[in-house]
Every structure is written in C-alpha cells, then in structure tokens.
C-alpha cells in the first residue's frame, strides 16, 4: 500500500514550523522511521508533512548544568557516539536496542518519544530517569515530566499546533547504577517485555530504586522499589553476590510483574509470559544496577579518601 497524497514544506526556523503546524491535518516528520510505515499502511493521512530537518536550532547536543539536552532533530545514532552521553549511561545503555543501526541513523530520540509505542526503548528510559521535555507552541514554552507525558499507547500531551523542541535527561550521580534489558523475538524487534532502572546507593543499606517495565501495557509503568531492595539486603548486607541478590529479589519481582502487566497478550506472547519475562528481568537487573551503585560509591570514596 502507498501512503495517501500529502503537501511537503521544509521551514527553517520553529516559528515557521509552527506556523505550518497550524493548519488541519500537519505533522511533524524528523527521521520518519516510526511516522513512514504508518503513512505506507495509511493509519495516517495527514495533509501536510512539516519537515523539521532544515532547523538548526532542533539538531543541537548539549551537556548542561545538570544533564544533557536532546534537540527533536537529534538521530538516535548520533546520540549514541556522542562523548556527551556518557553522562547519562541509561540512555547509552538503551539505544543499541533501538531497530538496527541503519534505523537509529534516521531515527530520532524526541520522534520515538512522540510515537510513544508502549513497547519502545527511549519512553521507558525518559520516564525511569524523570527526563523532561520542552514543548513549543504559538502561545510559548510548556515543559512536561516524562511521567505525564505517555497518556495512552501512541498517544500523548503534545497538541496539533504544538512541537517537541527537545527533552531533557538528567546527569547520573556518583552513587547510581543502572540496568537495561529485554526480550524480543529477533534482534531489532519492538520488545515483549523489557526493563529500565535506576539504583542510587548512597546509603547501600537503603538504597533508592526505580523501574520502568516496557511492552507490557499501554504505556510504560514505573514503580519505586526502594522497599523491596532494601529487604533483599537485609540478609546478606550490600556485599552480597549479584546472583544471590538476584534470587532475594526473585519474590518482589514476581509481586512487581503480576502488578505492572495488564496486557491480554497477542500472538507474540501471552500475559502470564510476559509476566515471567518481567520476573526475570527485573531480579536479575536490579541485583546489576545495585552492584554497579556500589561500586561506583566504592571508587568515589575512594577518590575522597
């Protein structure tokens, strides 16, 4: 199938963006490696394609005060060689699992957000490290939390008028670990079931931690699972080996998957594997990222030592 006719215009500046964006039936396209296959299957028809390429100001990579800034024409891949994303190790983490690198060199980090497939990567990890995004309109700037963003599966806050300039990811601190993973039925597939955390081990007998489970809702669930890592811990103490945290843990993130998977499962998978994917994932990458926390809390004491 083709895609339905559409205008083309290419502006170069965010006010002519809006301008065009102003009109019935405009959408944005930046990589088109989500938006194109929807227009070939015609779940789209827009009247207008607003080609975004052609903005400077879109395709800028930043390190700032405090994290790193992403403008909505920033490919996936040039995120993923860029020095700068060594300040923020989930996201360089999750980006190699993004399609394939021919994808992720057209693909963009603010367009997979916008698409927001509840089973894609970069939703899940902007909502784990409470990434922020900065979205234009005639009336002037919003910033919405990643958290408040994802409103169902494929859709969310940003209006017709309205254009994600960028978003936002904050820097790791010294005492943070991470983990990342998931299942899908070949390499480059959107996942079955994956997970993103965050574990801040200043205190390593109380940790603080965060997980995001992805492909197994309408959109990704975050829950806080500080309680249940600390209650693993309590037995064997921060040293404890990976793998028999890992087996501690195995209860909590079995709880975890029976809460957080509300899919009815499809031809791909069922809810009760996706549920044991989630189980899996989430024992096995939250003992990582505590252990990746404790050391790096190991070295920066060392440092101040």
């Not at 959408?27 to 938006?35: D, E, H, M, T």
């Not at 005060?65 to 909505?72: E, F, H, I, Q, Y």
């Not at 993103?196 to 007998?205: E, L, T």
């Not at 791909?268 to 404790?294: C, D, N, P």
């Amino acid at each position: 199938m083709k895609a339905a006719p559409f205008a083309y215009v290419r502006p170069g500046s965010v006010t002519e963006v809006l301008s065009e964006l102003s009109r019935d039936g405009a959408k944005v396209i930046a990589g088109g490696q989500s938006l194109v296959p929807v227009l070939a299957m015609r779940l789209a028809q827009p009247t207008t394609l607003v080609d975004i390429n052609a903005v400077e100001e879109l395709h800028t990579l930043r390190t700032e005060l405090s994290g790193v800034r992403l403008g909505a024409a920033v490919r996936q891949r040039t995120a993923q060689r860029d020095p700068a994303i060594a300040e923020v190790p989930l996201l360089g983490m999750a980006l190699p699992w993004i399609g394939h690198r021919e994808i992720r060199s057209r693909g963009t980090i603010c367009g997979s957000l916008a698409h927001a497939d509840p089973a894609a990567e970069l939703p899940a990890v902007a909502i784990c490290l409470e990434a922020t995004l900065t979205i234009a309109s005639p009336k002037g700037e919003r910033t919405v939390d990643a958290v408040d963003f994802f409103t169902a599966a494929m859709t969310t806050t940003v209006q017709p008028e309205e254009l994600i300039t960028s978003v936002y990811f904050p820097r790791a601190t010294e005492t943070q670990g991470f983990g990342f993973a998931e299942i899908a039925r070949r390499h480059g597939d959107f996942a079955l079931a994956g997970v993103a955390i965050r574990v801040d081990a200043k205190d390593r007998m109380r940790p603080s931690a965060r997980i995001t489970c992805f492909g197994i809702s309408d959109i990704p669930r975050v829950r806080d699972v500080s309680e249940q890592l600390s209650d693993a811990l309590s037995k064997d103490g921060p040293d404890a080996p990976e793998a028999r945290l890992r087996t501690a843990l195995a209860a909590a993130a079995e709880e975890l998957a029976a809460d957080v998977v509300d899919t009815g499962g499809d031809d791909h998978g069922s809810q009760a594997y996706r549920r044991q994917l989630i189980t899996a994932l989430a024992s096995r990458e939250l003992a990582r990222a505590y252990a990746k926390a404790v050391r790096a809390s190991s070295h920066t004491d060392e440092e101040k030592a």
